[in-house]
Protein backbone atom coordinates (compact mmCIF):
# COMPACT_ATOMS: atom_id res chain seq x y z
CA UNK A 1 0.00 0.00 0.00
CA UNK A 2 1.28 3.47 -0.88
CA UNK A 3 2.20 5.63 1.83
CA UNK A 4 -0.05 8.67 2.39
CA UNK A 5 1.16 12.14 1.55
CA UNK A 6 0.84 13.08 5.24
CA UNK A 7 2.98 10.16 6.82
CA UNK A 8 5.40 10.38 4.05
CA UNK A 9 5.94 14.28 5.02
CA UNK A 10 6.17 13.61 8.64
CA UNK A 11 8.33 10.51 7.98
CA UNK A 12 10.68 12.44 6.07
CA UNK A 13 9.98 15.00 9.04
CA UNK A 14 11.42 12.95 11.47
CA UNK A 15 14.46 11.76 9.25
CA UNK A 16 16.06 14.73 8.89
CA UNK A 17 15.67 15.99 12.16
CA UNK A 18 17.69 12.50 13.36
CA UNK A 19 20.00 13.52 10.38
CA UNK A 20 21.07 16.54 12.16
CA UNK A 21 21.37 15.34 15.62
CA UNK A 22 23.76 12.95 14.62
CA UNK A 23 25.32 15.20 12.71
CA UNK A 24 25.54 17.33 15.79
CA UNK A 25 26.72 14.37 17.92
CA UNK A 26 29.58 13.13 16.09
CA UNK A 27 30.92 11.76 19.57
CA UNK A 28 27.96 9.37 19.98
CA UNK A 29 28.54 5.93 19.75
CA UNK A 30 25.92 4.26 17.58
CA UNK A 31 24.97 0.42 18.84
CA UNK A 32 22.70 -0.78 16.16
CA UNK A 33 25.32 -1.79 13.62
CA UNK A 34 26.54 -5.21 12.76
CA UNK A 35 30.16 -6.21 11.25
CA UNK A 36 31.08 -7.98 8.31
CA UNK A 37 33.50 -11.10 8.68
CA UNK A 38 36.41 -9.43 6.84
CA UNK A 39 38.44 -12.79 7.65
CA UNK A 40 35.87 -14.74 5.86
CA UNK A 41 36.47 -17.72 8.23
CA UNK A 42 34.50 -21.13 7.71
CA UNK A 43 33.96 -23.04 10.71
CA UNK A 44 32.84 -26.67 10.84
CA UNK A 45 30.38 -26.27 14.05
CA UNK A 46 28.20 -24.05 14.76
CA UNK A 47 28.70 -21.88 18.12
CA UNK A 48 25.47 -20.75 19.77
CA UNK A 49 26.83 -17.45 21.55
CA UNK A 50 26.98 -17.55 25.35
CA UNK A 51 24.94 -15.36 27.36
CA UNK A 52 26.79 -12.97 28.73
CA UNK A 53 26.83 -12.98 32.49
CA UNK A 54 27.48 -9.69 34.49
CA UNK A 55 30.83 -10.38 35.05
CA UNK A 56 33.92 -11.59 33.17
CA UNK A 57 34.82 -13.94 35.83
CA UNK A 58 31.21 -15.30 35.08
CA UNK A 59 31.90 -15.69 31.72
CA UNK A 60 34.88 -17.35 31.85
CA UNK A 61 33.09 -20.17 33.96
CA UNK A 62 30.48 -20.57 31.69
CA UNK A 63 32.94 -20.74 28.42
CA UNK A 64 35.02 -23.24 30.56
CA UNK A 65 32.17 -25.59 30.13
CA UNK A 66 31.89 -25.10 26.83
CA UNK A 67 35.27 -25.53 26.04
CA UNK A 68 35.59 -29.16 27.78
CA UNK A 69 32.38 -29.76 25.82
CA UNK A 70 34.47 -29.49 22.70
CA UNK A 71 36.90 -31.93 23.43
CA UNK A 72 39.81 -29.20 24.95
CA UNK A 73 41.39 -30.66 27.96
CA UNK A 74 40.27 -29.33 31.51
CA UNK A 75 44.12 -28.62 32.23
CA UNK A 76 44.69 -26.61 28.89
CA UNK A 77 41.74 -24.58 29.33
CA UNK A 78 42.56 -23.41 33.31
CA UNK A 79 46.35 -22.48 31.74
CA UNK A 80 45.01 -20.09 29.50
CA UNK A 81 41.74 -19.04 31.79
CA UNK A 82 42.99 -19.02 35.00
CA UNK A 83 43.85 -15.76 36.12
CA UNK A 84 42.96 -13.49 33.17
CA UNK A 85 41.71 -10.04 32.86
CA UNK A 86 40.27 -8.89 30.14
CA UNK A 87 42.35 -5.88 28.00
CA UNK A 88 40.24 -2.58 28.53
CA UNK A 89 42.57 -1.00 25.42
CA UNK A 90 41.30 -3.38 22.69
CA UNK A 91 37.60 -2.84 24.47
CA UNK A 92 38.20 0.47 23.31
CA UNK A 93 40.02 -0.74 19.85
CA UNK A 94 36.72 -2.73 19.44
CA UNK A 95 34.19 0.33 20.36
CA UNK A 96 35.86 2.93 18.48
CA UNK A 97 34.53 4.60 15.30
CA UNK A 98 37.11 6.42 12.83
CA UNK A 99 35.66 9.96 12.71
CA UNK A 100 36.83 10.38 8.77
CA UNK A 101 37.59 7.05 6.10
CA UNK A 102 40.50 6.85 4.06
CA UNK A 103 40.25 7.43 0.44
CA UNK A 104 41.68 4.25 -1.96
CA UNK A 105 44.34 6.40 -3.45
CA UNK A 106 45.82 7.64 0.40
CA UNK A 107 45.78 3.80 0.96
CA UNK A 108 47.23 3.01 -1.58
CA UNK A 109 49.97 5.02 -1.55
CA UNK A 110 51.13 3.76 1.36
CA UNK A 111 50.62 0.09 0.31
CA UNK A 112 52.87 0.69 -2.90
CA UNK A 113 55.10 3.01 -1.61
CA UNK A 114 58.52 3.09 -3.06
CA UNK A 115 59.77 2.12 0.07
CA UNK A 116 57.78 -0.84 0.22
CA UNK A 117 58.63 -1.95 -3.42
CA UNK A 118 62.81 -1.32 -2.77
CA UNK A 119 62.02 -3.96 0.44
CA UNK A 120 59.87 -6.50 -1.01
CA UNK A 121 62.64 -6.59 -3.99
CA UNK A 122 65.46 -7.01 -2.02
CA UNK A 123 63.42 -9.64 -0.34
CA UNK A 124 62.71 -11.85 -3.29
CA UNK A 125 65.93 -11.56 -4.32
CA UNK A 126 67.09 -12.68 -0.86
CA UNK A 127 65.20 -16.17 -0.58
CA UNK A 128 65.07 -16.81 -4.11
CA UNK A 129 65.61 -20.50 -3.59
CA UNK A 130 62.91 -20.92 -1.16
CA UNK A 131 60.50 -18.74 -3.20
CA UNK A 132 61.16 -21.31 -6.09
CA UNK A 133 60.20 -24.16 -4.20
CA UNK A 134 57.16 -22.99 -2.84
CA UNK A 135 56.06 -21.19 -6.23
CA UNK A 136 56.28 -24.93 -7.88
CA UNK A 137 54.86 -26.87 -5.39
CA UNK A 138 51.12 -24.02 -4.76
CA UNK A 139 51.33 -22.69 -7.74
CA UNK A 140 50.81 -19.37 -6.59
CA UNK A 141 53.17 -16.49 -7.46
CA UNK A 142 55.88 -15.48 -5.22
CA UNK A 143 55.17 -11.51 -6.01
CA UNK A 144 51.89 -12.44 -4.95
CA UNK A 145 53.40 -13.72 -1.55
CA UNK A 146 55.13 -10.67 -0.59
CA UNK A 147 52.63 -8.40 -1.37
CA UNK A 148 50.72 -10.25 1.13
CA UNK A 149 53.32 -10.44 3.42
CA UNK A 150 54.22 -6.55 3.18
CA UNK A 151 50.41 -5.89 3.61
CA UNK A 152 49.68 -8.31 6.64
CA UNK A 153 52.61 -7.52 8.88
CA UNK A 154 55.17 -4.85 7.48
CA UNK A 155 57.34 -8.02 5.98
CA UNK A 156 56.90 -9.74 9.22
CA UNK A 157 58.40 -6.47 11.30
CA UNK A 158 54.95 -5.82 13.18
CA UNK A 159 52.24 -8.34 13.71
CA UNK A 160 51.03 -6.96 17.53
CA UNK A 161 52.08 -8.60 20.49
CA UNK A 162 49.04 -8.78 21.94
CA UNK A 163 47.83 -11.89 23.77
CA UNK A 164 45.64 -13.58 21.37
CA UNK A 165 43.74 -15.47 24.56
CA UNK A 166 43.45 -12.56 26.22
CA UNK A 167 42.54 -10.38 23.21
CA UNK A 168 39.53 -13.07 22.00
CA UNK A 169 38.76 -13.73 25.40
CA UNK A 170 38.03 -9.76 26.11
CA UNK A 171 36.30 -9.62 22.88
CA UNK A 172 34.22 -13.03 23.48
CA UNK A 173 33.01 -11.63 26.96
CA UNK A 174 31.81 -8.26 25.91
CA UNK A 175 32.96 -7.13 21.77
CA UNK A 176 30.63 -6.23 19.11
CA UNK A 177 31.38 -9.54 17.38
CA UNK A 178 31.49 -11.87 20.48
CA UNK A 179 30.45 -14.98 19.05
CA UNK A 180 32.70 -14.72 16.48
CA UNK A 181 35.61 -14.48 19.25
CA UNK A 182 33.79 -17.24 21.06
CA UNK A 183 34.55 -19.46 18.27
CA UNK A 184 38.35 -18.35 17.10
CA UNK A 185 38.65 -18.33 20.67
CA UNK A 186 37.99 -22.59 21.12
CA UNK A 187 40.43 -22.22 17.81
CA UNK A 188 43.15 -21.25 19.69
CA UNK A 189 43.00 -23.11 22.62
CA UNK A 190 42.53 -26.30 19.78
CA UNK A 191 46.27 -24.86 18.85
CA UNK A 192 47.56 -24.97 22.07
CA UNK A 193 46.62 -28.30 22.83
CA UNK A 194 47.60 -29.57 18.97
CA UNK A 195 50.74 -27.91 19.11
CA UNK A 196 51.66 -27.92 23.32
CA UNK A 197 52.30 -24.33 23.02
CA UNK A 198 52.42 -22.05 26.42
CA UNK A 199 49.61 -20.04 25.76
CA UNK A 200 51.73 -16.70 26.39
CA UNK A 201 53.15 -17.87 22.97
CA UNK A 202 50.52 -17.19 20.49
CA UNK A 203 50.66 -13.18 19.58
CA UNK A 204 49.08 -11.18 17.54
CA UNK A 205 46.95 -8.19 17.13
CA UNK A 206 44.23 -6.63 19.00
CA UNK A 207 41.42 -8.57 16.97
CA UNK A 208 43.37 -12.00 17.52
CA UNK A 209 44.79 -12.22 13.97
CA UNK A 210 49.10 -14.04 14.85
CA UNK A 211 51.77 -13.69 13.22
CA UNK A 212 53.55 -12.52 10.24
CA UNK A 213 50.53 -14.20 8.06
CA UNK A 214 47.86 -12.87 10.42
CA UNK A 215 45.74 -15.75 10.19
CA UNK A 216 42.98 -15.95 12.91
CA UNK A 217 43.08 -19.04 14.82
CA UNK A 218 40.73 -20.89 12.64
CA UNK A 219 42.74 -20.06 9.33
CA UNK A 220 45.58 -21.52 11.28
CA UNK A 221 44.28 -24.44 12.28
CA UNK A 222 42.86 -25.14 8.36
CA UNK A 223 45.98 -23.66 6.10
CA UNK A 224 49.17 -23.28 8.20
CA UNK A 225 51.84 -25.26 6.89
CA UNK A 226 54.90 -26.81 8.58
CA UNK A 227 57.03 -26.24 5.95
CA UNK A 228 60.56 -26.79 6.89
CA UNK A 229 59.77 -30.13 8.72
CA UNK A 230 60.58 -29.10 11.86
CA UNK A 231 57.21 -30.14 14.18
CA UNK A 232 56.27 -26.91 14.68
CA UNK A 233 53.95 -24.90 12.28
CA UNK A 234 55.39 -21.56 13.18
CA UNK A 235 53.72 -18.42 11.52
CA UNK A 236 56.00 -16.10 14.23
CA UNK A 237 59.16 -16.61 13.33
CA UNK A 238 59.74 -19.61 10.30
CA UNK A 239 59.92 -17.30 7.01
CA UNK A 240 59.70 -21.23 5.11
CA UNK A 241 55.87 -21.72 7.34
CA UNK A 242 55.08 -18.21 6.92
CA UNK A 243 55.33 -17.83 3.14
CA UNK A 244 54.20 -21.64 2.46
CA UNK A 245 51.37 -21.16 5.09
CA UNK A 246 50.08 -17.94 2.47
CA UNK A 247 50.47 -19.79 -0.61
CA UNK A 248 48.85 -22.60 0.79
CA UNK A 249 46.06 -20.59 1.77
CA UNK A 250 45.34 -18.83 -1.81
CA UNK A 251 45.57 -22.74 -3.28
CA UNK A 252 43.31 -23.95 -1.62
CA UNK A 253 40.84 -20.97 -1.64
CA UNK A 254 41.18 -21.40 -6.07
CA UNK A 255 44.05 -19.21 -6.73
CA UNK A 256 44.86 -19.61 -10.70
CA UNK A 257 48.33 -20.00 -11.79
CA UNK A 258 47.45 -18.52 -15.10
CA UNK A 259 45.83 -15.87 -14.60
CA UNK A 260 46.42 -12.11 -13.65
CA UNK A 261 44.34 -10.28 -10.93
CA UNK A 262 42.56 -7.68 -13.81
CA UNK A 263 42.87 -5.37 -16.07
CA UNK A 264 42.70 -1.43 -15.99
CA UNK A 265 39.95 -0.30 -18.78
CA UNK A 266 38.35 2.37 -20.32
CA UNK A 267 34.69 2.48 -20.22
CA UNK A 268 32.93 4.12 -23.61
CA UNK A 269 31.02 7.66 -23.22
CA UNK A 270 27.55 5.56 -24.08
CA UNK A 271 28.53 2.63 -21.66
CA UNK A 272 25.06 0.66 -19.79
CA UNK A 273 25.89 1.51 -15.87
CA UNK A 274 23.15 -1.44 -15.21
CA UNK A 275 26.11 -3.68 -15.79
CA UNK A 276 28.40 -2.43 -12.82
CA UNK A 277 27.73 -4.80 -10.36
CA UNK A 278 30.29 -6.83 -8.82
CA UNK A 279 27.93 -9.66 -9.29
CA UNK A 280 27.80 -9.30 -12.91
CA UNK A 281 30.42 -11.28 -15.26
CA UNK A 282 31.32 -11.29 -18.88
CA UNK A 283 33.65 -12.85 -21.09
CA UNK A 284 36.30 -10.43 -21.88
CA UNK A 285 35.25 -11.38 -25.24
CA UNK A 286 31.88 -9.75 -24.46
CA UNK A 287 33.17 -6.68 -22.56
CA UNK A 288 35.40 -6.01 -25.79
CA UNK A 289 32.04 -6.10 -27.72
CA UNK A 290 30.61 -3.33 -25.81
CA UNK A 291 33.78 -1.01 -25.96
CA UNK A 292 35.35 -1.60 -22.98
CA UNK A 293 39.35 -1.88 -23.91
CA UNK A 294 42.32 -2.02 -22.08
CA UNK A 295 43.15 1.52 -21.01
CA UNK A 296 46.52 0.97 -22.82
CA UNK A 297 44.65 -0.39 -25.83
CA UNK A 298 46.71 -3.83 -25.86
CA UNK A 299 44.55 -7.00 -26.65
CA UNK A 300 42.78 -8.71 -23.44
CA UNK A 301 44.89 -11.82 -22.35
CA UNK A 302 42.55 -15.02 -22.02
CA UNK A 303 39.62 -13.76 -24.14
CA UNK A 304 36.91 -16.06 -22.90
CA UNK A 305 37.05 -15.79 -19.05
CA UNK A 306 35.20 -13.51 -16.92
CA UNK A 307 35.56 -10.96 -15.16
CA UNK A 308 33.64 -7.84 -13.62
CA UNK A 309 33.97 -4.12 -13.58
CA UNK A 310 35.82 -2.71 -10.34
CA UNK A 311 35.32 0.77 -10.25
CA UNK A 312 36.73 2.41 -6.79
CA UNK A 313 36.24 5.90 -7.04
CA UNK A 314 34.03 6.47 -9.40
CA UNK A 315 33.45 6.99 -13.34
CA UNK A 316 36.41 9.63 -13.10
CA UNK A 317 38.74 7.18 -11.25
CA UNK A 318 40.41 4.25 -12.52
CA UNK A 319 38.48 1.46 -13.76
CA UNK A 320 39.40 -2.53 -13.89
CA UNK A 321 38.12 -5.46 -15.03
CA UNK A 322 39.26 -8.20 -11.95
CA UNK A 323 39.08 -11.73 -12.29
CA UNK A 324 38.72 -14.64 -10.48
CA UNK A 325 42.01 -14.55 -8.55
CA UNK A 326 41.13 -11.01 -7.07
CA UNK A 327 38.20 -12.21 -5.56
CA UNK A 328 40.42 -15.12 -3.66
CA UNK A 329 42.80 -12.25 -2.57
CA UNK A 330 39.03 -10.58 -1.09
CA UNK A 331 39.06 -13.96 0.79
CA UNK A 332 42.39 -13.79 2.69
CA UNK A 333 40.89 -9.61 3.85
CA UNK A 334 37.33 -8.67 2.62
CA UNK A 335 38.48 -5.57 1.88
CA UNK A 336 38.29 -4.10 -1.88
CA UNK A 337 41.43 -1.41 -1.02
CA UNK A 338 43.21 -3.90 0.90
CA UNK A 339 42.82 -6.52 -2.82
CA UNK A 340 43.69 -3.77 -4.93
CA UNK A 341 46.70 -3.08 -2.85
CA UNK A 342 47.90 -6.22 -2.66
CA UNK A 343 47.03 -7.26 -6.11
CA UNK A 344 48.70 -3.59 -7.68
CA UNK A 345 51.81 -4.83 -5.16
CA UNK A 346 52.41 -7.77 -6.83
CA UNK A 347 52.08 -6.51 -10.32
CA UNK A 348 54.75 -3.95 -9.78
CA UNK A 349 57.05 -6.11 -8.03
CA UNK A 350 56.69 -8.76 -10.83
CA UNK A 351 58.12 -5.58 -13.29
CA UNK A 352 54.29 -4.63 -14.46
CA UNK A 353 52.97 -1.00 -14.83
CA UNK A 354 51.55 1.14 -12.57
CA UNK A 355 47.41 2.65 -12.48
CA UNK A 356 46.94 4.81 -15.30
CA UNK A 357 44.43 6.79 -14.77
CA UNK A 358 44.81 9.40 -12.51
CA UNK A 359 42.78 9.22 -8.79
CA UNK A 360 40.04 12.58 -8.03
CA UNK A 361 42.56 12.78 -4.97
CA UNK A 362 40.20 16.67 -4.82
CA UNK A 363 37.51 14.64 -3.29
CA UNK A 364 37.97 15.12 0.82
CA UNK A 365 37.34 11.72 2.29
CA UNK A 366 33.73 11.16 3.68
CA UNK A 367 33.48 11.13 7.22
CA UNK A 368 31.75 8.31 9.54
CA UNK A 369 28.87 10.53 10.18
CA UNK A 370 28.31 11.24 6.26
CA UNK A 371 28.27 7.88 5.52
CA UNK A 372 25.81 6.99 7.88
CA UNK A 373 23.51 9.69 6.57
CA UNK A 374 24.08 8.33 2.78
CA UNK A 375 22.76 4.86 4.56
CA UNK A 376 20.12 6.36 6.45
CA UNK A 377 19.07 8.22 3.59
CA UNK A 378 18.92 5.36 1.11
CA UNK A 379 17.16 3.65 2.88
CA UNK A 380 14.45 5.96 3.24
CA UNK A 381 14.25 5.96 -0.57
CA UNK A 382 13.48 1.87 -0.46
CA UNK A 383 16.92 0.93 -1.15
CA UNK A 384 18.78 -1.52 1.57
CA UNK A 385 22.48 -0.13 2.11
CA UNK A 386 22.75 -2.80 4.96
CA UNK A 387 23.23 -1.79 8.34
CA UNK A 388 23.56 2.00 8.93
CA UNK A 389 26.79 1.53 10.24
CA UNK A 390 29.33 4.35 8.66
CA UNK A 391 31.22 1.65 6.34
CA UNK A 392 31.07 1.96 3.01
CA UNK A 393 30.31 -1.82 2.16
CA UNK A 394 29.42 -4.14 -0.91
CA UNK A 395 25.80 -3.46 0.11
CA UNK A 396 25.75 0.22 0.87
CA UNK A 397 27.51 0.47 -3.33
CA UNK A 398 25.18 -1.27 -4.43
CA UNK A 399 22.60 0.89 -2.86
CA UNK A 400 24.41 3.85 -4.06
CA UNK A 401 24.48 2.67 -7.39
CA UNK A 402 20.87 1.28 -8.07
CA UNK A 403 19.90 4.78 -6.44
CA UNK A 404 21.80 6.49 -8.98
CA UNK A 405 20.30 4.64 -12.11
CA UNK A 406 16.75 5.94 -10.39
CA UNK A 407 18.06 9.73 -10.91
CA UNK A 408 19.24 9.03 -14.33
CA UNK A 409 23.10 9.41 -13.07
CA UNK A 410 25.87 7.09 -14.19
CA UNK A 411 25.49 4.39 -11.72
CA UNK A 412 29.51 4.07 -10.54
CA UNK A 413 28.48 3.72 -7.05
CA UNK A 414 30.78 5.66 -5.83
CA UNK A 415 30.17 8.09 -2.19
CA UNK A 416 31.91 11.60 -2.12
CA UNK A 417 30.19 14.68 -0.72
CA UNK A 418 28.52 15.69 -3.97
CA UNK A 419 26.30 12.41 -3.90
CA UNK A 420 25.41 13.24 -0.26
CA UNK A 421 24.38 16.81 -1.21
CA UNK A 422 22.53 15.11 -4.55
CA UNK A 423 20.59 13.26 -1.60
CA UNK A 424 19.76 15.82 0.40
CA UNK A 425 18.29 17.47 -2.82
CA UNK A 426 16.56 14.96 -3.25
CA UNK A 427 14.99 14.85 -0.42
CA UNK A 428 13.98 18.59 -0.28
CA UNK A 429 12.03 18.14 -3.84
CA UNK A 430 10.29 14.99 -1.98
CA UNK A 431 8.81 17.48 0.86
CA UNK A 432 7.81 19.81 -1.77
CA UNK A 433 6.32 17.23 -3.76
CA UNK A 434 4.39 16.30 -0.51
CA UNK A 435 3.04 19.57 -0.16
CA UNK A 436 1.27 19.57 -2.85
Not at 173 to 195: M, N, P, V, W, Y
Not at 272 to 291: H, I, P, V
Not at 298 to 326: D, K
Not at 374 to 390: A, E, K, T
Amino acid sequence: MKESIVNKYLHYLITLLAVALFSLSVTAEVNFKKNEDDNNTQHTASIKKLVIPQTFDQWKQSFKALALQYQINAEVVNEALDGLKPDSEILKLDASQPEFTRNIWDYLDNAISKQRLKKGSQLLKKHKHLFDEIEQQYGVQRETIVAIWAMESDFGRNYGNKSVIRSLATLAHHGKRSEFAQTELLEALQIIQDQKLDPEKLVGSWAGAMGQAQFMPSSYRKYAIDYNKDGKVDIWTSLPDVFASIANFLAESGWRKDEDWGVEVRLPNDFDWKLNTSSYELRFLQWKELAVNSINARPFPYIQRLASLFIPAGRFGPTFLVTHNFHVIKRYNNSSSYALGVAQLSRLLAGGEGIQTAWPREDKALSYYDIEEIQLRLSLNGHDPGPNDGKMGAKTREAIRTWQLEQGLAGDGYANEKLLQQLREKAKIDLNNGRN
